[in-house]
């Protein structure tokens, strides 16, 4: 656990030193965000209509797009054979991994969403329902992402690929995040829709953890 | 020869269906080095890498104490202090921070008093706290040095330790691998140069076989 | 067949042209993996 | 390493597939020829869709079959990353660009269906949008197994892939259901319905095996070159 915590804690630091790569995915969320009223038009009742589903599809891009360099960092200099050498499980490691971008991409993005609903004129009760499905989904996102970097690690263009890959398998969280700020907007389940949006989360915390430790041994050898 | 500690029996690997090498039998006992020699692409760092674990070798078996090492891969890693062709060190880190992280990344207590006697051998104390990024190649493969001595493991794999160093930093390195052994260590390291260990034992590597598909 | 004839012909038309497709696709290849593999003076294993 | 499976050794596969390919070409040209002329000149309209059940001869067993590739992919995966057969991986490779193509030919009959029967040829159904996020499963394992220098790691990547995918194929097909009742107009009629008439049946089971032994003669087809693919590329690395 005492390396669990420490890898968690090295990659924080990792970032700390450099917040502009954060920044800038933060950054590419709110500009994604704000181009859907500039190509859609300004009539209010449509673009809080499409509110939930534009920002989830823009928090789920901004995710994918900072997972490209998860694992890449570590396999480029070195450090990924350090952590396969770890006298503790490598599956802890990979969601180790995982939290850490979480805690630098899933976090921001629930607390950002919020700001951005408001330019499309949500309900207050909407927009702290969006930033909780961020919070219960976007760990999924993290999850499912980090297996497709692991994957694509040494492959030729492995930015593209590791899209190809995530996005197809992110549609149901896509589906139940989005659908339930629908749901609380027009009277539906709003709770059935988190506690599915959840389960999807228990269902990547279960399976993906050893995908991820069995792609990056396999980029070990 | 005192009782071998660690006995590799008939190892055999390939890569991408060319077979680096097969039959491989080696034991080593404690305070024994094992340097291995061989051309380039002669599988020395295969073979480090198939001992470590980080690739699964065709046949053979590795035993450490007489029991299997993939029976209990977890206890075999902590045995291990491992120097790849890359330094597995963060530009981004300090010196000392990159030491720190490593020793805890293994799981191991806080390593903070070590820290200083590691640096100190290598000449580091003055370069603890600048970035990574902003060290020259043979200042980074020295603290690589610094994390493999910090890893107080029995077994060292060493691939290139001497890439990169000056006749100083050699220096201090054949120093720590004279204790390493001396207390009892054992070290197996692929290289082209003498590591100035008397009784050293060298395994010559041959050129790559062809295979029969 | 009368009012929808165009949509089934085109519709088992694609699934011609693709899964023909496929078929001889599939031989081409292996017709030039067979020839590479003669020129380079490799027996096909039987 | 020892042959615990039949197809294990390629060798023992190839001299299988040798025996097996020309009869089985000559069984599935023979049941073609039957099968388009009971789908499309015996079988009578049906009284709801009319010529367009002829569609569904065709359309329905590729659903089979994309599916059951896919299942495929996830049992030659499991082999390589358990057993490490070294069939299975250049099965695999075989297999996926199949299923990818008989799930295309699925996604395009089923819009040319849709066209005179719902009045679109898209249309956002339960049971196509499953189908196409299974295409692009599919296309996902094609590019990742090919996506790297050294072949047996982009065998094994994509291995991970298929066994992973293959666990969220009902999560999605679930969540694509769910999605849809929530947004679609009930009013549409279902591909396929819910009893299915004998004079609809016989050719619907007839061209399913056909396309069944089309599926399994292409993929030994397929096998069979990446064989002797693999052997070049490792005869280009020695030399």
Redesign the interface.
């Known amino acids: 656990m005492s390396g669990f915590v420490a890898l968690v804690a090295r990659d924080l630091r990792l970032v700390w030193r450099r917040p502009g790569d954060v920044a800038v995915v933060l950054a590419f969320f709110v500009v994604a965000t704000t181009l859907f009223p500039l190509g859609i038009g300004p009539e209010a009742n449509v673009l809080a209509r499409i509110a939930a589903g534009v920002l989830w599809c823009a928090a789920l891009f901004a995710a994918l797009l900072s997972l490209d360099r998860l694992f890449a960092a570590d396999f480029e200099d070195g450090t990924l054979d350090l952590l396969l050498l770890a006298p503790w499980p490598l599956e802890l490691a990979a969601l180790a991994k995982c939290c850490a971008h979480w805690i630098v991409t899933g976090l921001p993005l629930a607390v950002l969403a919020p700001l951005l609903g408001v330019a499309f004129g949500l309900e207050p009760a909407v927009l702290l329902a969006l930033s909780a499905t961020l919070l219960v989904g976007t760990p999924t996102l993290s999850l499912i992402g980090g297996l497709a970097a692991a994957l694509t690690l040494g492959a030729r263009k492995s930015g593209a690929l590791l899209a190809l890959l995530a996005l197809p398998l992110c549609v149901p969280t896509l589906i139940f995040g989005a659908g339930a700020v629908e749901a609380l907007a027009t009277g539906g389940d709003f709770r059935a829709h988190i506690a599915v949006l959840a389960a999807l989360a228990l269902v990547a915390l279960a399976t993906t953890p050893w995908a991820i430790a069995a792609a990056l041994r396999q980029a070990g050898e | 020869m005192a009782t071998p500690l660690l006995e590799v029996a008939d190892l055999a690997c390939r890569r991408g269906g060319r077979r680096v090498f097969e039959r491989l039998s080696f034991s080593l006992g404690p305070g024994e080095l094992l340097a291995l020699t061989g051309r380039n692409g002669s599988g020395k760092t295969t073979l480090l890498r198939a001992l470590a674990l980080l690739i699964r070798p065709d046949t053979g078996s590795i035993h450490w104490q007489g029991t299997d090492v993939a029976a209990e891969p977890d206890a075999w890693r902590g045995r291990l202090a491992w120097l790849g062709h890359l330094e597995g060190l963060k530009a981004d880190l300090s010196v000392a921070e990159n030491l720190l992280a490593a020793e805890r990344l293994r799981g191991a207590p806080p390593a903070g008093d070590r820290l200083d006697s590691a640096l100190v051998a290598f000449d580091l104390s003055v370069l603890a706290r600048r970035a990574m990024r902003t060290l020259s190649a043979g200042q980074r493969r020295r603290t690589a040095l610094a994390r493999v001595v910090l890893t107080q493991a029995p077994l060292w794999l060493l691939d290139e330790p001497l890439n990169a160093l000056d006749a100083p930093a050699q220096a201090a390195f054949r120093g720590a691998l004279a204790s390493h052994l001396a207390s009892g260590g054992l070290a197996i390291a692929a290289t082209h140069a003498d590591l100035g260990v008397a009784g050293a034992r060298t395994l010559e590597l041959g050129e790559p076989q062809k295979a029969s598909a | 067949m009368s009012t929808h004839a165009v949509y089934v012909m085109s519709a088992y038309l694609v699934a011609l042209v693709i899964l023909g497709g496929l078929l001889i696709s599939s031989l081409a290849a292996r017709q030039r993996v067979r020839r590479e593999l003669s020129a380079r003076g490799l027996e096909r294993k039987r | 390493m020892a042959d615990l499976h039949f197809l294990a050794n390629p060798?023992r596969f190839?001299?299988f597939s040798?025996r097996v390919v020309p009869s089985l070409s000559v069984a599935t040209a023979l049941m073609l020829a039957v099968g388009?002329y009971l789908a499309?000149l015996q079988s009578p309209?049906d009284y709801q869709q009319?010529?367009?059940v002829?569609?569904m001869f065709?359309?329905v067993p590729?659903a089979w079959l994309a599916m059951a590739g896919y299942a495929l992919l996830a049992g030659l995966g499991a082999s390589l990353?358990i057993w490490r057969h070294p069939l299975a991986a250049l099965m695999a490779r075989a297999a996926a660009?199949?299923g990818a193509?008989?799930c295309?030919?699925c996604l395009?009959?089923g819009s040319?269906?849709g066209?005179?029967m719902w009045g679109a040829y898209w249309v956002w159904d339960a049971r196509l949008t499953s189908m196409l996020?299974l295409f692009?499963?599919y296309?996902?394992h094609i590019?990742?197994s090919r996506?790297?220098?050294?072949?047996?790691?982009?065998d094994?990547?994509a291995a991970?892939?298929a066994?992973?995918?293959v666990?969220?194929l009902p999560?999605?097909k679930?969540?694509?259901d769910?999605?849809n009742t929530?947004h679609q107009p009930a009013s549409v009629a279902r591909l396929g319905g819910p009893s299915i008439h004998p004079s609809i049946l016989v050719p619907l089971l007839w061209m399913a095996a056909t396309?069944f032994l089309?599926f399994v003669?292409?993929v030994l087809?397929?096998t069979?070159?990446e064989i002797?693919?693999?052997?070049?590329?490792?005869?280009e690395?020695?030399a």
């Open positions: 060798a190839r001299r040798q388009l499309l309209p009319g010529d367009t002829r569609i065709v359309h590729s990353l660009p199949v193509g008989f295309a030919v395009l009959t040319l269906w066209r005179p996020l692009f499963l296309l996902g590019a990742l996506a790297y220098d050294e072949p047996d790691r982009g094994r990547a991970i892939l066994l992973i995918g666990i969220n999560i999605i679930f969540s694509v769910w999605w929530l396309l089309l003669l292409l087809l397929r069979d070159t002797d693919r693999r052997r070049l590329e490792n005869a690395q020695q």
